[in-house]
């Protein structure tokens, strides 16, 4: 009986290690993965998408990419796809923290595991994910509020600094995050005081909007800008500029991200720092997916290294950015 269920395994494993897809160029079976990204809102994320693409086709692993278009509906439509489809992977980035028990304890049930990248979940039960890939956001507010308190041009002075902040999508881990981290470190000086907050759902278009509002509101009242992502930051400063005030001086602007367009505001002295948030994470998620493959532990969390970059430091670091 034993050798008959042993063969019978057997002929199960081999059946959907060939519906999961062709040979790998090394003549293993070719793993499959199934990705479904946040959208493409932002310089951030296609930076992240070809990074997971890049990484993902030199590892030989054959991937099945959805963009969300930022709805988590979407998200999880492509998750049960993914299962479906009988992967052998999952990885997504979640656009908002909750509302996805249900779909991993789905994916779970299927014995697919599941990795997350860049942004975080809440569920009760953390087995339902392998690791998470990605920064630490209430790093990044603390980051930022720490150099507007220490070390930008309004860090002296007894006057009251009136701060108007951008939020990312409402909900998503990384707005969730960089607004607590903000929080907790400009408590420390009570001068600091957010007198504005808003979301801008990390899209210039819509950055420049919610800023027009704050100006409508405020005036000339507004002394810092802090935006969740460097593309609302960068929409804003197309607002101050069309009221006549000057980004960078007028209002002074600190963003999260350091993308491109980041340093040309900074270069071009429009946005006075950016605090790093690498999308990089192409080559963390295939060796992690290998390590789940291969059976090997993995930590719950995989954290990136980080910088903040300031308007002085922006022309010199430039040409060595790779997003
Ligand atoms: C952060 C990422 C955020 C970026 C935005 O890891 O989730 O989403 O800060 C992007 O630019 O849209």
Known sequence: MKQ?????????????AACSGEKNPAGGERIVLGFSQVGAESEWRTANTESIKSAVQEAGIQLRFSDAQQKQENQIKALR??????????????????????????????????????????VSDDSLYVTLIGSDFVEE??????WLLEQSPLKDGTEPVRIVELQGTVGSAPANDRMKGFKEVIA??????????????????KGKEVMEAFLKAEGSSIDV??????????????????????????????????????????????????????????PQLVDAIHAVREGRPLPKRIVVEESVFTREQAAEVFPTRRY
């Open 81 to 122: 796809s993914f299962i479906a489809q009988r992967v052998d992977v999952i990885a997504f980035s979640p656009v908002v923290e909750s509302g996805w028990e249900t779909v991993l304890r789905e994916a779970k049930a299927a014995n697919i595991p599941v990795i997350l990248t860049d942004r975080a979940v809440k």
């Open 225 to 282: 800008l802090f935006a969740h992502n460097d593309d609302m930051a960068i929409g804003a400063i197309q607002a101050i500029e069309e009221a006549g005030l000057k980004p960078g001086q007028d209002i002074v602007i600190v963003s999260i991200d350091a993308v491109r367009g980041a340093f040309e505001a900074m270069m071009a002295g429009k946005l006075n720092v950016t605090v790093e948030c690498n999308p990089l994470l192409g």
């Open 4 to 16: 008959y269920l042993a063969v019978a395994a057997a002929c199960l494993m081999a059946m959907l």
């Open 188 to 205: 420390a000086n009570p001068r600091f005081q957010v007198v504005r907050s808003q979301s801008g759902d990390f899209t210039r278009a």
């Open 141 to 146: 507010g603390r980051k930022a509020a720490r």
